[in-house]
Nanobody, 120 residues
Framework: QVQLVESGGGLVQAGGSLRLSCVVS????????MGWYRQAPGKERELILG????????YEDDSAKGRFTISRDNAKNTVYLQMNSLKPEDTAVYYC?????????????WGQGTQVTVSS
């Protein structure tokens, strides 16, 4: 059974930082690309950052550039999202995801999500 479990969300003031973690089990983690998505209220879920099996960035949304960083530790089956200079518009539920094949982001394994709220 594949499981992705996010943690690290919470309430932070604008300008602050958070680091999200996602621990993965039930699949050979080091063989899989990983990504972080977010879904703000009333909006569609969107991919913000993707990382290859060996740590190369493979996707970066404009909203993440210069502020968010994705990384992974294959020894710990964990992918991270470091978020700096947070803005109120970053408020969303953040999900980690693993494409079931290659980098086909249309078909993912999903975590349950973690809420990030940025106050002004």
């Amino acid at each position: 059974q594949v499981q992705l479990v996010e943690s690290g969300g919470g309430l932070v003031q604008a300008g602050g930082s958070l680091r999200l973690s996602c621990v993965v089990s039930g699949l050979p983690f080091s063989d899989y690309a990983m990504g972080w998505y977010r879904q703000a209220p009333g909006k569609e879920r969107e991919l913000i950052l993707g990382i290859s099996w060996n740590g190369a960035n493979i996707y970066e949304d404009d909203s993440a550039k210069g502020r968010f960083t994705i990384s992974r530790d294959n020894a710990k089956n964990t992918v991270y999202l470091q978020m700096n200079s947070l803005k109120p518009e970053d408020t969303a539920v953040y999900y980690c995801a693993a494409p079931k094949t290659g980098t086909n982001w249309a078909n993912n394994y999903w975590g349950q999500g973690t809420q990030v709220t940025v106050s002004s």
